[in-house]
């Protein structure tokens, strides 16, 4: 796959245009959009200002971009701003979204992981709360869920 740098701007267009739903968004954004964030790292910076856009498929977009790179442990610390950003986010779509990003980056980095989702749990939503500790081992996942 061939990228420029620049290209992050055609994605983001397409993004705000186009997407209109969760399986294109995550398609998208897995397979390509992602790709790119590999390539050029210093991009991260424009998945940090979609999550702070108003529109869910961008603030989605931007945990859902980073989830191939954190099966392969990449960009934790990046992973954890945007969790952040999108911690409080009201959207179910943007929820899922960072925490499957949670949980994608998990599989490397369970401690890491874990101790964010227990310094967070009481303001965290229950449905991000849930996606992020889902492969986790069981007696996590209980600590996790206690009140």
Known sequence: KEYEPDDIRVFERWISSYVSNWATCDTLCNHTVGTLVEMFPEKISD????????????????????????????????????????LLD????????????????????????????????????????????EKMPKELRIKAMEK
């Open 47 to 86: 998945l940090k200002r979609w999550a702070k856009q108003p529109g869910r498929w961008q603030k989605r977009a931007s945990a859902v971009t980073l989830i191939v790179p954190a099966r392969k442990g990449l960009f934790l610390n990046d992973i954890l701003e945007i969790a952040d950003i999108l």
């Open 90 to 133: 009201k959207d179910d779509m943007v929820q899922k979204g960072y925490g499957w990003m949670l949980k994608a980056s998990s599989q490397v980095y369970q401690k890491e992981i874990f101790d964010y989702v227990i310094r967070n749990k009481a303001v965290m939503p229950r449905t991000s709360l849930r996606y992020a500790i």
